[in-house]
């Protein structure tokens, strides 16, 4: 293989390969060459700009087989509610919620690139989590893009959360999502110091983007390799408009923030488009200050907890599980932290 490094410091490669990763489990390697043979049907709806249809065929491609797959693997109860005005689903594992958790309740914040994902995707997200961590989980319908635009989505979280203190103390409920969810996890800490809310006892971020609005390694080389990347319009149209250096949009813009941040979990792969982003989140959380602890699989994709079938999905719900365990309600330091979660 040549490569050639030009003087900006570009490097320029020619005949990379980049086999499947042996770290990887095989039934994730066997999915990741699925996904990838070809681009998801629902991609060419960003260039039409049918909202409508590309919510359908995203649903239609990939949520609702992984909603049921969840369902089967992982029994729970489901009830639609609405919580501070806003449309919501209760899912609580299906045996009950035991004691130590009476007290605790997950928001979960679904993906869908700020455009999509209400419904099932939301469930996908919730189900496993709610089941391992043997706890109550709200996956909330914010509102999404194009119709609405930043801030709406923080607004509608920020609501539930104050319907939420009315039952539970803030520092037993924890907000987790993926993607867009997992970005608006860091988002909704910074609303709440803003808008002067209590901290949640913790936050959970899932292949997401809190750090800023820039590329990195991770999306470049994610387009040399083959991985889907969002089009790049999918974001500007919830954040259209708004400043990327605004610490409600960016939170690694303050430090000062971030040294106010609950522990928070990130969790990213190798091939996930956001790594870079997760990764520098991760640091600047560190040197700030704040209780934050990183975790990256080799060699699988953006949003992978959304296949509910694989070895590292149920590494990752596990992970999540004992993370909210041992922060909601405590003050546990990491150390403790990672002694409880591998002993």
């Not at 189900?127 to 923080?154: C, M, Q, W």
């Not at 993607?179 to 803003?194: D, E, K, M, P, Y």
């Not at 991985?227 to 400043?243: E, N």
């Not at 990256?296 to 907890?305: A, E, K, M, Q, R």
Request: aromatic share 10%.
């Amino acid at each position: 293989m040549k490569t050639k490094i030009d003087a900006a410091g570009t490097v320029h490669a020619a005949n990379l390969s980049l086999p499947v990763s042996d770290f990887a489990s095989a039934s994730a390697n066997k999915q990741f060459t699925r996904l990838r043979a070809e681009e998801p049907p629902y991609y060419k709806e960003f260039a039409s700009g049918n909202i409508a249809k590309l919510r359908q065929s995203w649903d239609e491609h990939e949520a609702m087989p992984a909603l049921e797959r969840a369902k089967m693997l992982f029994p729970v109860d489901i009830k639609p509610t609405r919580l501070g005005g806003i449309s919501a689903d209760v899912v609580t594992p299906a045996g009950g919620i035991p004691a130590h958790n009476a007290q605790r309740v997950l928001i979960n914040l679904h993906g869908g690139g700020f455009i999509a994902g209400a419904g099932a995707r939301a469930l996908v997200e919730a189900i496993p989590v709610a089941h391992v961590g043997n706890i109550k989980v709200i996956t909330l319908d914010y509102r999404l893009a194009p119709e609405h635009t930043f801030p709406a989505a923080s607004i509608d979280i920020a609501a539930a959360y104050q319907a939420l203190l009315t039952e539970y103390q803030p520092s037993h409920i924890g907000i987790y999502g993926c993607s867009a969810g997992g970005t608006l996890a860091a988002q909704t800490v910074a609303w709440f110091h803003r808008h002067s809310l209590p901290a949640p006892g913790a936050i959970a971020m899932i292949c997401s983007n809190a750090a800023r609005m820039g590329t990195g390694d991770s999306m470049l080389l994610g387009r040399a390799f083959g991985v889907c990347v969002p089009p790049p319009t999918k974001l500007r149209w919830y954040f259209d408009g708004s400043d990327p250096n605004d610490p409600l949009v960016s939170p690694c813009a303050s430090p000062d923030l971030l040294a106010k941040f609950p522990p928070t979990l990130l969790l990213s792969t190798s091939r996930d488009f956001f790594l870079s982003h997760t990764t520098h989140m991760h640091l600047q959380l560190t040197k700030a200050g704040a209780n934050a602890h990183l975790y990256i699989w080799d060699g699988l994709w953006h949003g992978f907890v959304w296949q509910p079938d694989l070895p590292e999905s149920r590494e990752a719900y596990e992970i999540i599980s004992s993370f909210f365990n041992s922060n909601l309600g405590s003050q546990v330091t990491g150390s403790t932290f990672q002694k409880r979660l591998h002993k």
